[in-house]
């Protein structure tokens, strides 16, 4: 799956200014604020992957070995192997119901694209 606009749906935690563009009028003595995260920004990717984490481990997920790009989902005999990339994820699953269960859920905080089934990987 790929999260849509992640970039821009990521909550940032600091206070950054910034100056418009070109074009856009700024009445004298103002600034903006940016409130969220944006393609460029340089922190973005570590912002989203921050609220991506937090979400999965709200729902249920362990984080597999020293880094958190690997998760692990178990409900009883059922698991959800997941492995994310910035705003990309790949997933395996042993209980198709379960793994429909958690794209709905992740649909609910996400927009997302599911790529469908996965022919071949590199990595």
Partial sequence: FDIKGAFLCTPIDREIYLKLPPGYAQPPGKTARLRRSLYGFRQAPLAFHSLFEKWLLNYGFKPIGGDSV??????????????????????????????????????????????????????
Avoid: H, P
Wanted: net charge negative; hydrophobic share 35%.
């Fill in 70 to 123: 690997t998760f692990l989902y178990c409900e009883g005999t059922s698991v959800i192997l997941l492995s994310i990339y910035v705003d990309d994820g790949i997933a395996a699953c042993n209980n198709k119901e379960l793994y429909q269960r958690f794209l709905k859920d992740l649909g609910k905080d996400f927009e997302f694209s599911n790529q469908g089934t996965v022919n071949w990987y590199l990595g």
